[in-house]
């Protein structure tokens, strides 16, 4: 508060998953700054200038072109704060400021010192703001010693920021905040001894991991995604799931040690015992999990799994379960695409591949903005082709044939030259039926006229792939996102316990939510959408070092481990021979 008080920005620094996010708004909350006077905008090294100050939108009205400005989160917040000159109605919080580019930097910094000195401000596009109003400005950071994130930022912006770094909590505070957070689960954890035997494994892991974790180690995030896990995941040993979320910052080598110091009873021991089958229509292992089936159809399961491929698929199947991203890593045909793709065959969802690549940018992964054709206009086009066609037919027309031919595949320019070349016969009759016939042909000499030029076409916002799954309910995987790992950045709110998804650059916005509540509060400059139940994320890496810690704490990490032996391969070859034509 004292930081707000003397107008300087409030720095949270810390690794992921400390909390940093959770008490900048706790702060708000207090200031009783409600949800639409809160804007948080996540940094990323692709976020540009019309994410964050106003984008325009160009549009067509008839043969004019115009462009129409939409402000973006810093400049609809400053418009709104005209009111906020006594006490603070409006707030901020710029997430991983650190991964912000030096000119983004640059303008930020005059931004902010507009809403200090609550002086007059000058928009990058020119436009003029006044009567500023008073605005909360919170940022958070990745820990300087993990990341270097200080040395991003000039002098300057050092200098109007009042840094709190977060210590690590004590193990009283370790227990305190646990138990809050473990209470709001099931009555699996109601036990002492269970949630004792929770505290002790966390604090294990923790110890562990922190040996070889560039993050520090296992944080909150841990705990609170194992309450989500428990939640979903009734069915589950709770050895199982402790082994599974606390085990994600420590190395191969060390998971025998951390399960030996726990005395968690591991279910991959007994992996070649459990059996992969379709009964009641679930995906089963067994009765240890059990997913429900997209589309239930019986069949037999003919891809046969290793061992190392099952622990992974049983794996994925909680993660599933628990409706949470999952990060598959592994080295380059370890099989990452294979399980996600045979998965999703057995279960029945439609998968989708974004492949990345070194070109991959951000809108490859949510859509763009592209001229396209009226399709209402086409649409009515292709009637009045279909009925203009059945009249030359009724009448016997000598030269159907040829325009039968020339309006199959709705090539205009040939449609047009068959008119004109026949306009002089289709206008000379004078009969009921020629008089119809010339009524139709002038339909379609002003439906084409219409799609001629400008009048033609439209700005349109292409969904992507990803986009059309959210809405759909269908399966998305990026692939190789170790290619362009800055772009995933963007998708951090994706990725959150609670998902959502803002799309900026289509007009309206676009507000992608999994909560059914706020499909009701729809603001008049956002168009507000539900994240379909069945949709899941699906993310791969052959290189997960290049991936931000902030990303991998907020998926369920599952590495695949490649072939040692040679029976692993011997395994590998007999099991995809075995419905084949040579066994």
Not at 280 to 296: G, T
Not at 558 to 577: G, R, S, T, V, W
């Amino acid at each position: 508060f004292v930081a707000l008080i003397s107008n300087t920005i409030l720095v949270l620094e810390g690794p992921p998953g400390r909390g940093k996010t959770a008490i900048s708004k706790a702060i708000y909350n207090y200031l009783n700054i409600v949800d639409e006077n809160l804007k948080r905008i996540n940094f990323s090294p692709s976020t540009i200038l019309e994410d964050v100050f106003s984008r325009t939108i160009p549009k067509i009205d008839g043969e004019k072109v115009s462009t129409e400005k939409k402000e973006q989160g810093l400049l609809s917040i400053l418009k709104k704060s005209e009111n906020s000159t006594k006490y603070y109605n409006q707030g901020l919080i710029l997430d991983e400021i650190n991964l912000a580019s030096d000119i983004l930097l640059e303008y930020l910094y005059s931004y902010l010192n507009s809403i200090f000195n609550q002086e007059d401000y000058i928009s990058p596009d020119g436009d003029k703001y006044e009567n500023i109003g008073n605005i909360g400005v919170i940022a958070t950071m990745n820990d300087a010693k993990l990341s270097n994130s200080r040395t991003s930022l000039s002098i300057s912006f050092l200098n109007r920021c009042h840094f709190l770094k977060l210590p690590d909590y004590s193990i009283n505070e370790i227990e305190l905040l646990a138990e809050e957070i473990i209470r709001k689960s099931n009555n699996r954890l109601s036990n002492g001894d269970t949630f004792l035997r929770v505290i002790k494994c966390f604090k294990i892991s923790q110890e562990i991991s922190k040996k070889y974790s560039e993050t520090g180690g296992n944080t909150f995030r841990e705990i609170l995604k194992l309450g989500q896990f428990i939640d979903k995941c009734d069915e589950i040993p709770i050895d199982y799931l402790l082994e599974l979320i606390f085990s994600r910052n420590i190395p191969a080598s060390e998971i025998e040690k951390f399960k030996s110091e726990t005395g968690l009873n591991s279910i991959s021991n007994s992996l070649n015992e459990l059996k992969l089958k379709i009964e009641n229509k679930h995906l089963c292992f067994d009765n240890f999990v059990k997913y429900k089936l997209i589309n239930p159809e019986n069949y037999e399961i003919k891809t046969q799994f290793t061992i190392p491929q099952k622990d992974a698929l049983m794996k994925i199947m909680i993660g599933l379960l628990a409706e949470r991203p999952i990060l598959l890593s592994g080295d380059i045909g370890t099989g990452k695409t294979f399980i996600v793709e045979q998965l999703a065959n057995l279960i029945g969802a439609k998968l989708k591949i974004i492949q990345f690549n070194s070109e991959t940018t951000s809108l490859d992964i949510i859509g763009k903005l592209e001229l396209t054709i009226d399709n209402k206009k086409i649409d009515e086009l292709k009637k009045s082709i279909k009925l203009f066609r059945d009249k030359l037919i009724a009448k016997k027309y000598p030269k159907i044939t040829e325009f039968i031919v020339e309006s199959e595949f709705l090539d205009i320019s040939k449609i047009q030259n068959f008119l004109n070349k026949e306009e002089v016969n289709f206008l000379n009759g004078k009969e009921k039926e020629d008089l119809d016939l010339q009524f139709e042909y002038n339909q379609i000499k002003e439906k084409i006229n219409k799609l001629s030029g400008i009048k033609k076409t439209h700005f349109n916002f292409n969904l992507s792939a990803l986009i059309k799954a959210m809405e759909n309910g269908e399966w998305i995987l990026l692939d190789d996102i170790n290619f362009a790992p800055q772009e995933i950045e963007g998708l951090m709110p994706l990725l959150e316990e609670e998902p959502t998804l803002t799309i900026y650059e289509n007009d309206p916005v676009l507000f992608f939510t999994k909560d059914k509540t706020k499909i009701k509060n729809n603001e008049a400059d956002f168009e507000i959408h539900q994240i379909h139940p069945d949709f899941r994320l699906f993310i791969s890496t052959s290189k997960d070092t290049n991936i931000s810690s902030a990303i991998k704490s907020r998926c369920l990490c599952i590495q695949i481990q490649p072939f040692k032996e040679a029976k692993d391969y011997a395994e590998l070859i007999a099991n995809n021979l075995k419905y084949s034509d040579i066994a």
